[in-house]
């Protein structure tokens, strides 16, 4: 098989997509969690530099002290010319007095085919295949199996349950392992904003971000060291599922080529949004 880079070699919309699902479940707090039942799901619209690239539908539901969360990608206007790309991500676990992962999967496909399959235990890495694997290089730091414990996957880090002051909504640190990387994502209050979109109209909180790259990045390089000192990333929340889950309804990343916006167009019952985006489709 194989070894390729952290990221693997793709055209520009399939690194678009790549984009979109990092900054939607890189960007979003995981955290203490409620037993309450409850299903939402939202629809995303991502434009780099003012350009449509990628859209996306994300459900969460809880149930029964366990939650669901499925998150579906794929590449739409001007992208679409230049490569077509679909991903799939998954992810369950147990809902306690913190987020307990069990599994988390990844299928993309496109110009290549990006694939993980994660099992986790308290917090740790149990088993993993990810497809493509690392390229060993001399400036890697490699990811020790240190680096897989206390770990939540991507998108199970879209899940946060309502807490009772805003401020705790931000500040936490999230320590994220996505088959490949091991980083952490900072985040830190900023303050209050209107957020009106269909099916939601109120108040959204607002945090800042800080990436930490911890494992599995290449030290030195242009990237590494832009996305580290990056101050442009914020992410802003609301409250969903009858006040029992907050889904991001705006993220904002400054790239070294350019702004990454992903911003929700609607938010609703998942069988009627399910009808709009495969009308759409």
Request: with cysteine; glycine share 8%.
């Amino acid at each position: 098989m194989a070894r390729v880079e952290t990221l693997p070699r793709r055209s520009k919309g399939a690194l678009a997509t790549a984009a979109f699902a990092a900054a939607l479940t890189a960007a979003v707090p995981s955290g203490s969690a409620s037993a309450r039942d409850g299903e939402v799901q939202a629809l995303y619209a991502a434009s780099f530099m003012g350009i449509g690239i990628a859209k996306g539908s994300l459900s969460v539901k809880v149930e029964r002290g366990a939650y669901a969360a499925k998150l579906h990608i794929s590449t739409a206007g001007l992208a679409r010319i230049v490569s077509s790309e679909e991903s799939y991500i998954d992810a369950k676990g147990y809902v306690g007095r913190s987020l307990v992962p069990a599994t988390y999967e990844l299928m993309s496909r496109g110009d290549s085919v990006t694939q993980v399959s994660m099992a986790l235990g308290g917090g740790n890495v149990r088993s993993l295949r990810a497809i493509p694997e690392l390229i060993e290089r001399e400036d890697r730091v490699p990811v020790t199996s240190a680096a897989k414990r206390h770990v939540v996957d991507p998108l199970s880090a879209a899940i946060l349950p309502i807490v009772r002051d805003d401020k705790d909504v931000c500040d936490r640190t999230l320590p994220i392992f996505d088959g490949w990387t091991r980083y952490d994502i900072k985040l830190s209050y900023t303050g209050t904003e209107p957020v009106n979109v269909p099916g939601y109209k109120g108040d959204a909180i607002r945090c800042s971000a800080r990436w930490v790259p911890v494992a599995g990045h290449r030290e030195g390089t242009k990237s590494t060291e832009y996305m580290r000192d990056n101050r442009d990333l914020d992410v802003w929340f609301v409250p969903m599922a009858e006040g029992k889950v907050m889904l991001p309804s705006k993220i904002s990343v400054k790239t070294m080529r350019g702004l990454l916006l992903v911003v929700a167009t609607q938010f609703g019952d998942p069988a009627k949004l399910d009808k709009l985006e495969q009308a759409a489709n």
